[in-house]
């Protein structure tokens, strides 16, 4: 089906280990997004990205990087996990695109603990 | 001040009761609005969308933007326990609705309908 799939669903790392988060959408859309989400703060942007190899840094990007070789993948590695990384990670995909309104459309999460 | 408020609750209802559910903003260039449920362990799904201020029904559903105010709303009309839920008001100031730069988000209302 299509749609957008994240993986792994949960992850446990420790403090100072990489951590590659995986994005992957099936309708071509041009536009991703990293978001996590913790209690008291909701949903805030990481990165986002407008196509193959154009990336931008979203409201808490530090600590995060990451990549977009391929339209239908947006990994977020986490290059020295840290405690405070601790959440839920949400990708996302958009179809915007000229002049086009197109809503955000969700994964369903990976939630990621750093001991 | 954070850019977007909403009382995160819980907010509790019987069955059938009419749910009203708030965000309040601070800045003024938002002009897209979106109202996204979530059910636990779940991404993000849209529900309501709507331009500049005004009413939009979509069956039992009905979302309000007061731009004077800097306030919207979501109305659902005779409650059941599947909408039972997080409700996360979202905005834009950019043309693309949030697609192309992404959302601001609040951080949600957790919504429990009793039977």
């Known amino acids: 089906d299509a749609g957008i799939t994240q993986s792994p669903r949960y992850k446990i790392t420790e403090t100072g280990r990489q951590v590659t988060l995986m994005c992957h959408q099936t309708w071509s859309h041009s536009y991703m997004f990293w978001y996590r989400q913790d209690l008291g703060h909701g949903l805030r942007l990481i990165y986002y990205?407008?196509?193959?190899?154009?990336?931008d840094k979203g409201e808490v990007p530090d600590g995060y990087v990451v990549s977009r070789s391929k339209t239908e993948n947006f990994p977020l590695t986490l290059e020295s996990a840290t405690r405070s990384q601790t959440s839920v990670y949400f990708c996302?995909?958009?179809?915007?695109?000229?002049?086009?309104?197109?809503?955000?459309?969700f994964g369903n999460g990976t939630r990621l603990t750093v001991t | 001040q954070k850019e977007v408020e909403q009382d995160p609750g819980p907010l509790s209802v019987p069955e059938g009761a009419i749910v009203s559910l708030n965000c309040t903003y601070s800045?003024?260039?938002?002009?897209?609005f979106m109202w996204y449920r979530q059910y636990s362990r779940k991404g993000p799904e849209l529900l309501m969308y709507?331009?500049?201020?005004g009413n939009k029904e979509d069956g039992r559903f009905t979302a309000q933007v007061d731009k004077s105010s800097k306030y919207i709303s979501l109305f659902i009309r005779d409650s059941q326990p599947s909408d039972s839920a997080t409700y996360l008001c979202a905005m834009s100031a950019g043309d693309s609705g949030g697609g192309a730069d992404g959302l601001t988000f609040g951080k949600g209302t957790h919504l429990i309908i009793q039977p």
């Open positions: 709507t331009y500049s201020s």
């Open positions: 800045n003024s260039a938002f002009q897209y």
């Open positions: 990205s407008a196509a193959a190899d154009i990336t």
């Open positions: 996302a995909s958009s179809g915007a695109g000229q002049g086009l309104i197109s809503p955000l459309h």
